[in-house]
T-cell receptor, first 109, second 119 residues
Framework: RKEVEQDPGPFNVPEGATVAFNCTYS??????FFWYRQDCRKEPKLLMS???SGNEDGRFTAQLNRASQYISLLIRDSKLSDSATYLC??????????FGDGTTLTVKP | NAGVTQTPKFQVLKTGQSMTLQCAQD?????MSWYRQDPGMGLRLIHY???????DQGEVPNGYNVSRSTTEDFPLRLLSAAPSQTSVYFC??????????????????FGPGTRLTVL
């Protein structure tokens, strides 16, 4: 079993749709959690950190459930520019990161 | 600040050749990592470093060596290239692990990647 598992996708949605991505992790020692965005095999860039209390940044909402070892990302009112691969990332406090395989989103007009 | 830089951007090698992928950061980050990304997959950790002089193996270290003589530089050496090492290689750095450097201290910053083909 992989340490970090994501919805395999791909997700193809119309503009304006709401889409949710899920991620689970197996290492209970994990300390911090992120969603990164990657465009066309370019370098990943931070989308948002994920906190236990949940956090929101505009149309994006991230949630963390430590008891279930589950992370989610919700995108509301999808835009064409949201088309990308979304990577779930889990860090330990020793500085080691583990990435999920990514979920590809395509937003269509 | 240039952030994280990597050279070269593209490289073609023949099986058995050796080479070094360069990575440098100017953010004074203690932690640096090397990842490879194969088609349809996420990033897999090759080696990482928690400071100058200290390195450790990640998930897929075989066939690669690293060293960290300065805070800024973290080169990755392919000892004898194999077709299975054809991949995109990303270098990343961050300030500190979660809990020790404040909020977002372990946010990783990535270089633009090196696309390596081994024939």
């Amino acid at each position: 079993r992989k340490e970090v598992e994501q919805d395999p996708g791909p997700f193809n949605v119309p503009e304006g749709a709401t889409v949710a991505f899920n991620c689970t992790y197996s290492n209970s020692a994990s300390q911090s959690f992120f969603w990164y965005r990657q465009d066309c095999r370019k370098e990943p860039k931070l989308l948002m950190s994920v906190y236990s209390s949940g956090n929101e940044d505009g149309r994006f909402t991230a949630q963390l459930n430590r008891a279930s070892q589950y992370i989610s990302l919700l995108i509301r009112d999808s835009k064409l520019s949201d088309s990308a691969t979304y990577l779930c990332v889990v860090n330990t406090n020793a500085g080691k990161s583990t990435f999920g395989d990514g979920t590809t989103l395509t937003v269509k007009p | 600040n240039a952030g994280v830089t990597q050279t070269p951007k593209f490289q073609v090698l023949k099986t058995g050749q050796s080479m070094t992928l360069q990575c440098a950061q100017d953010m004074n980050h203690e932690y640096m990592s090397w990842y490879r990304q194969d088609p349809g997959m996420g990033l897999r950790l090759i080696h990482y470093s928690v400071g100058a002089g200290i390195t450790d193996q990640g998930e897929v270290p075989n066939g690669y060596n690293v060293s960290r003589s300065t805070t800024e530089d973290f080169p990755l050496r392919l000892l004898s290239a194999a077709p299975s090492q054809t991949s995109v290689y990303f270098c990343a750095s961050f300030q500190a692990p979660s809990g020790s450097g404040g909020a977002l201290a372990d946010t990783q910053y990535f270089g633009p990647g090196t696309r390596l083909t081994v024939l």
